[in-house]
């Protein structure tokens, strides 16, 4: 209570803090309009005097009308008679194109000419049509059918886009991009030139993600080994960079004998430019307008305000678009901010007390608040929090700001004289080198990151307050505070956890993992997962899709990359109740690490043998084969000729999983007759499926299977086999083949 009413008094003392946390506060309410009524209503009952809470009532109803405005404004569109139709456009894009996890490319694009000029589009090609090696900015011809954004698109409409232009065919045209970003895209181009002049193309890509935050080159492995490590805020462009930049800007111009204002408007200049030159992202708004915010305070003579900064840079970047409260790069960079506010001061000087050096004090009290303040975002919206992050973040100090400033340098030098930035490129190699060598070393730790889901706004808001009634002194019970609480709160009610399963429900979910197998069993809240996918595949984000935090059974159906790839990832990253080891025996480096992470996990190994019987819940898994050997009798045999059969039964409901194991197998083998059926071997040629179809006559067939594989699967042959069967589906096409069980009735949906 006293503190309760501690913190109201606060308030009530900075009435102008007071009236941008409620302008705040009802910016906030775009995805649920609703919550202006209490929020006012809240707010009156804080301001306590009554001009002050007419002001409060004012601000928030103000912030939620200006939300509901500029939403309004920012989906506008005169695309909409053109959805489901063809199309031949001029666009730009105003970013590098990414792979997709089909293996096209995608990327923003601006259209130019006709209906909707002005207007962004997701730009999206397939593996079939070539992405023109174009720079950001310039004209494009693209032709192809416009469709409406779906239900995995909404980061994008965050980012502007209003439709998906599906391109059959792109081709290079004259001109570009005009007006103020055209000129920006001439000034990305140079700076993109600048970083990278000099390097090697892998150390060019982590000079780009680090200074420009473009990671769009880097390899997907580089990426993930960040994730793990929890350095992947280096590499997109944040407080830190703004940070960083202004201190070099001001040491150079004091140099040259620049005044205290001279040095302090040029900073300001050098923000203005640098903010759209990194993307313009919600999190470099938010670090430029705090960044500014501090340089007009010094300019006024008296210090900033670190409450009245961070409300600042909220009410800023939300007018700009509301929808960015939903964004996690925005709650991330806000929760580390206000995090390193209210706690940063009391860990250095505690680390100061107990004789730590001022310096790995500073850094070790900036990485752990930081560190606080952004767990219990990252466990809600991605499932994992890096356990080597606070080490790996301290040891990257020494490399992180000398990387930084020679990649500004290069790119101020490049943008008056290209040949000047190879010198400073030339030094940024090591400490690039270096921190790309501490991301991967951290990550390959064992237990690098744990596996940690929060599955409700009410958890995550549970833990924030624990946080901070463990964390904040009395001193910090300041308008700062409260802000914090009210951004961190109501932007999470934007964000929605997987939905948890229906228990009277089987879902079999097909992953699309690329050229590997993973089938996922889902039952009651029990999960049985068959198979991994190839190393690398995105496994990981598709069982975090599905809701997935623990793996009942983990069934390995033979000894082969494709198939057991990601297994000691999940071993790794999620808690195993039991290993089903198909390779068992097996000698391989990749499969040791699986058997190694199972031994120090304790996860509980059985060998497959043939008729034998596990049960997960209400599921039935029937062994068909192999019997169980020594494996030195067949060594140096086809490994698919040993791949287990498994027959999955729920009730009524039967499923046949071969792995690889195709009718050579198969057709010594009681089989029941079944409702589906997961094609063996990707859909290599197999001239027993006939014969197999006639014996077992599946209601659904499905193919997992990697787009353009160089195998050539599915083969003809497997195709026209096929046609027997109701309804085939494959992976490579239709993305994740859900099949839904309830009541005896079978559904089939997609995620393309």
């Given at each position: ?10 308030l ?79 666009v ?77 065919r ?110 313009a ?162 990550a ?32 910090a ?22 939905p948890?399963p ?46 997935v ?18 297994a ?26 699986i ?50 059969v ?12 071969p792995?690889d ?21 990707h ?12 014996r ?19 083969t ?6 096929l ?17 839904t ?12």
């Amino acid at each position: 209570m006293k503190a309760g009413r501690a913190g109201l008094e606060a308030l009530r003392g900075h009435p102008r803090h007071l009236l941008l946390a409620c302008l705040v506060a009802g910016l906030l309410t775009a995805p649920a309009p609703w919550l202006a009524a209490p929020l006012a209503l809240a707010a009156l009952a804080a301001a306590g005097r009554a001009p002050l809470a007419l002001g409060a009532v004012i601000a928030v109803c103000s912030g939620a009308l200006i939300a509901e405005a500029r939403i309004a404004s920012l989906e506008r569109t005169e695309l909409g008679p053109l959805l489901g139709e063809p199309v031949t456009m001029r666009v730009a894009p105003s970013e590098a194109p990414r792979r997709s996890r089909r293996g096209g490319r995608f990327a923003l694009a601006e259209i130019l000419h006709g209906r909707g000029a002005g207007e962004r589009v997701l730009l999206r090609t397939g593996p079939r049509t070539p992405f023109p090696p174009v720079t950001v900015g310039r004209t494009l011809t693209a032709a192809g059918r416009l469709v409406a954004l779906g239900p995995h698109d909404s980061h994008h409409r965050r980012r502007g886009a209003h439709a998906v232009l599906v391109a059959g065919r792109l081709a290079p045209a004259p001109g570009r991009r005009g007006g103020p970003w055209g000129a920006f895209d001439r000034l990305r181009e140079r700076a993109d030139a600048a970083v990278s002049a000099g390097l090697d193309r892998r150390r060019a890509a982590l000079a780009q993600g680090m200074v420009l935050g473009r990671d769009e080159r880097l390899a997907e492995s580089v990426r993930a080994d960040f994730r793990a490590s929890g350095l992947a805020h280096l590499l997109a462009a944040s407080g830190q960079n703004v940070m960083l930049l202004a201190v070099l800007a001001l040491a150079i111009l004091g140099i040259a004998g620049a005044g205290l204002r001279a040095r302090l408007f040029g900073a300001l200049a050098l923000i203005a430019v640098y903010v759209p030159l990194a993307g313009a992202g919600p999190s470099i708004q938010r670090a430029g307008v705090m960044g500014a915010a501090a340089i007009v305070a010094t300019l006024a003579g008296r210090p900033a305000s670190r409450a009245y900064a961070v409300l600042l840079a909220a009410a800023v970047t939300l007018i700009l678009d509301p929808r960015a409260a939903g964004d996690p790069g925005w709650q991330l960079s806000f929760a580390a901010v206000v995090a390193i506010g209210l706690v940063c001061a009391r860990l250095r000087d505690a680390l100061v007390a107990r004789r730590a050096p001022r310096p790995v004090a500073e850094a070790g009290a900036l990485t752990l608040a930081a560190t606080l303040g952004t767990a219990p975002l990252l466990a809600f919206h991605f499932g994992q929090v890096s356990l080597v992050s606070l080490p790996a973040n301290l040891l990257a100090v020494p490399a992180v700001a000398p990387a930084m400033w020679l990649g500004m340098v290069a790119v101020a030098a490049g943008l008056v004289l290209p040949a000047a930035a190879v010198l400073p490129n030339l030094l940024a190699r090591f400490p690039l080198a270096y921190v790309e060598w501490l991301a991967g070393a951290a990550a390959s730790l064992p237990g690098a990151s744990v596996p940690l889901r929060l599955g409700s706004v009410g958890l995550l808001l549970a833990l924030y307050a624990a946080l901070a009634a463990a964390l904040v002194s009395r001193r910090a019970r300041r308008p700062l505070a409260v802000a914090a609480a009210g951004i961190v709160a109501l932007a999470a009610l934007s964000a929605r956890p997987p939905p948890p399963p229906d228990p009277g429900v089987l879902r079999v979910s097909f992953l699309d993992v690329g050229q590997g197998d993973a089938t996922l069993l889902q039952r009651g809240g029990l999960n049985v997962l068959v198979d991994t996918g190839p190393p690398g595949s995105p496994l990981l984000r598709r069982l975090r899709e599905a809701g997935v935090r623990r793996v009942d059974v983990l069934v390995v159906t033979h000894a082969q990359a494709d198939h057991e790839g990601g297994a000691a990832a999940v071993l790794s990253r999620h808690p195993v109740g039991l290993l089903v080891d198909g390779g068992d025996g097996t000698t391989t480096p990749e499969h040791r690490a699986i058997v190694a992470v199972a031994r120090r996990r304790r996860v509980p190994r059985v060998v497959p043998d043939t008729g034998q019987v596990l049960r997960a819940g209400p599921l039935t898994l029937r062994v068909l084969w192999p019997p169980r050997e020594p494996f030195a009798r067949h060594a140096g045999e086809d490994p698919n000729l040993r791949a287990l059969v498994l027959h999955v039964r729920e009730g009524a409901f039967d499923l046949l999983l071969p792995a690889d194991a195709e009718s050579s197998v198969t057709d010594s083998l009681e089989l029941p007759a079944i409702e589906a059926l997961k094609v063996a071997h990707h859909g290599s040629d197999d001239p027993g499926l006939p014969t197999l179809l006639a014996r077992v006559r599946p209601r659904l067939a499905v193919i997992e299977v990697g787009e353009d594989n160089t195998y050539g699967h599915p083969t003809p042959g497997t195709l026209a086999a096929l046609r027997t069967v109701p309804l085939v589906h494959r992976t490579d096409r239709d993305g994740t083949v859900r099949l839904t069980v309830a009541a005896g009735r079978m559904s089939v949906t997609t995620d393309p």
